[in-house]
């Protein structure tokens, strides 16, 4: 059974610091990669995804992630956080079969401190 | 285009109580899906659909019901509600095609006393 471990459970940075938010899945076929974000007191937003191609994808607000096939990772990096970037993210993996299942991580809440 | 609706937006319940809780899509998306979030737990799925008429459980399906008459409508269904199925309720559709992505719809906070 595939699943997705996000190791750090609450991060908190000030503002201008850099950010790395960890995601590992297990799968052994093709997956597709995504990292929603959810503001508080919203719906899960689509951040960034991977499909194919370069394994480095841009998302929205300078957001990046990198794909890193032999360490079954999916780790979402920002250079310089803003207090507008607190929020819960999410990762999650889509095997790329059948009825593509969608797993999602335990999420990771990131608290900016201005 | 409207996306993923849900409502209600919030419903307080009493421990045995039934009722329903909406979602539509207005994308034409084959799967839809339920998922209840939990502190520190993620994302759940309950239920899933891959299409009208056709539907499956997922992860937590104890105590939930759904149905798929039609491609736009996917409710979710309590029974008898519980103080443990107090939490967040997201729909969320995609479609069927590979690659998708899932849209969400903005949530149900439900609260059982």
């Known amino acids: 059974a595939q699943s997705v471990s996000q190791h750090n459970h609450h991060v908190i940075l000030s503002e201008a610091a850099s950010l790395e938010l960890g995601c590992n899945y297990s799968y052994g076929g093709t997956v597709n990669l995504f990292w929603y974000v959810q503001y508080p007191g919203q719906h899960l937003q689509l951040l960034l995804k991977y499909f194919s191609g370069d394994p480095l994808v841009k998302g929205i607000k300078g957001f990046e992630a990198e794909f890193i096939k032999s360490k079954f990772s999916f780790n979402l990096r920002k250079p310089s956080v803003q207090w507008s970037d607190t929020a819960e993210y999410f990762c999650?993996?889509?095997?790329?079969?059948?009825?593509?299942?969608?797993?999602f991580g335990t999420g990771t809440k990131l608290q900016v401190i201005p | 285009n409207a996306g993923v609706t849900q409502t209600p937006k919030f419903q307080v319940l009493k421990t045995g109580q039934s009722m329903t809780l909406q979602c539509a899509q207005d994308m034409n998306h084959e799967y839809m899906s339920w998922y209840r979030q939990d502190p520190g737990m993620g994302l759940r799925l309950i239920h899933y659909?891959?299409?009208?008429?056709?539907?499956d459980q997922g992860e937590v399906p104890n105590g939930y019901n759904v149905s798929r008459s039609t491609t736009e409508d996917f409710p979710l269904r309590l029974l008898s509600a519980a103080p443990s199925q107090t939490s967040v309720y997201f729909c969320a559709s995609r479609p069927s095609t590979s690659p998708n992505e899932q849209f969400f719809g903005p949530g149900t906070r439900l609260t059982v006393l």
């Open positions: 659909s891959v299409g009208a008429g056709i539907t």
């Open positions: 999650a993996v889509v095997n790329s079969g059948g009825y593509q299942k969608v797993t």
